[in-house]
């Protein structure tokens, strides 16, 4: 038998792996470590790090509705009235007038009859499919969802299933190996995070009918953004009917943080009182949920921001097209640009950022190991100067590394 100070030696330290894990400490020795860069001031278009003034094209600002002179009004308001913080769930002591007003406004925007406000998007789609996917029941995923969405059938008891990224051929596959499951829930991103593109709305309607599921949209970076009132992917489809279920975020075109989810009300009632991430978690604070009313408000009021959006959307990736950049098959203001593999992607980000440019790396796993890229997005904020600056920077920079062709 082992002694007691034998079986302590033998043990493994958890902490071992922290100590071996050394590729971030590297790229921070070489100077090329995209991560946590502390923002100092933020101008909406504009931040500044270390005291250097940056174009921030890797923002989910969608509208530009951060620094709204309405909003801001309406956020400081709320403080004074609700204060910093509610100091508990939903569910006892952290339900403000103001959620059920939103929840209200959701609704109507969504075309559903309820709707649910949580306290992040990341843990509206956790508590969405833990809340409803049970014993026997299968959660079927696009393998491109976002993290939240995947993470959300492991906290299920479900059964996960995935098919290639917008495959409808491999969901019909899918969805007859599990005709006999006990409840089927198909989720998917309306606007693919990585990607840019829109999802298949009608096959995926066509196809959930057709096998008695329901279907789960991502609308994360579709709300305030596709559709004629900003209504998100169902109503740029002109589907709103048909959808089941949309999750929406309130940290990109809403300007805040928290999610919600939209649907019948018998099912918004059930999650109420099922979704353990909305049960035992903080709910909102008040100045965060008065903010998405008021940018419900200047949606409304200001419709050109939209068109704004997309017409800058398509200045930046008519013109990292015609730079000779692969922008991915990018169909919105997400607008991702082909970057090659680790070393080079980091090599560009960090040359784009000297010269005072913010971007996202887009690495493995989130993308296959030689199709790195750098994740732009615009704002309907950003100013034509500003775009032409982008543009300029990525072609020095594009050039010097030999992403696109002519002299540097
Ligand atoms: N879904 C998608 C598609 C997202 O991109 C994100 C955020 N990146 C989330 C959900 C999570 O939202 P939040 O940041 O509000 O937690």
Redesign the pocket.
């Known amino acids: 038998m082992a002694t007691i100070e034998q079986s302590v030696r033998q043990t493994v330290d958890l902490f071992d792996k922290c100590r071996r894990f050394t590729a971030a400490r590297e790229m921070m020795d070489r100077g090329l470590y995209p991560y946590f860069q502390p923002i100092e001031e933020s101008h909406d278009t504009e931040v500044v790090i270390r005291g250097e003034t940056k174009i921030m094209v890797g923002s989910?600002n969608y509208l530009g509705l951060t620094h709204h002179p309405y909003v801001l009004e309406k956020a400081r308001e709320a403080l004074a009235r609700y204060g910093t913080g509610n100091t508990g769930s939903r569910f006892l002591n952290g339900t403000l007038d103001l959620h059920e007003q939103l929840e209200s406004r959701l609704a109507a925007l969504m075309g559903a009859e309820a709707a649910l406000v949580f306290s992040?998007?990341?843990q509206t789609?956790v508590g969405i499919i833990s809340g409803l996917v049970g014993r026997g029941s299968v959660i079927v995923q696009d393998r491109l969802n976002?993290a939240?969405?995947l993470d959300g059938s492991q906290l299920a008891v479900g059964e996960l299933a995935r098919y290639a990224h917008g495959d409808m051929g491999a969901l019909r596959r899918v969805l007859n190996r599990h005709r006999d499951a006990n409840g089927i829930l198909i989720a998917s991103?309306g606007v693919f995070?990585m990607e840019g593109n829109i999802v298949d709305l009608p096959t995926l309607l066509d196809m959930k009918d057709e096998f008695g599921a329901r279907l789960l949209v991502?609308d994360?970076?579709s709300v305030g953004v596709l559709g004629p009132n900003g209504g998100g992917t169902a109503e740029h489809f002109g589907m709103q009917d048909r959808v089941d279920l949309t999750m929406i975020?309130?940290?990109k075109s809403f300007a805040s943080?928290?999610?919600a989810v939209a649907g019948p009300e018998d099912v918004i009632h059930y999650l109420k009182h099922h979704s353990r991430p909305l049960i035992f978690s903080a709910s909102m604070p008040g100045s965060a949920v008065a903010t998405v009313l008021a940018c419900l408000d200047v949606m409304e009021q200001e419709p050109q921001r939209r068109a704004q959006l997309w017409e800058n959307a398509h200045y930046l990736r008519g013109g990292l097209n015609d730079l000779g950049f692969d922008t991915v098959g990018s169909e919105t203001p997400i607008i991702p640009v082909s970057s090659g593999d680790m070393e080079k992607t980091f090599i560009f980000w960090k040359a784009l950022f000297d010269a005072g440019i913010f971007t996202n790396p887009v690495l493995p796993p989130a993308v296959p190991e030689n199709a790195c890229r750098l994740r732009t997005s615009v704002m309907a904020t950003h100013t034509r100067e500003q775009l032409d600056r982008v543009l300029d920077a990525f072609q020095r920079v594009g050039r010097h590394l030999g992403i696109i062709g002519g002299a540097a």
């Open positions: 989910n992040t998007g990341y789609n976002h939240s969405l991103d995070s991502d994360a970076h975020t309130f940290s943080i928290g999610g």
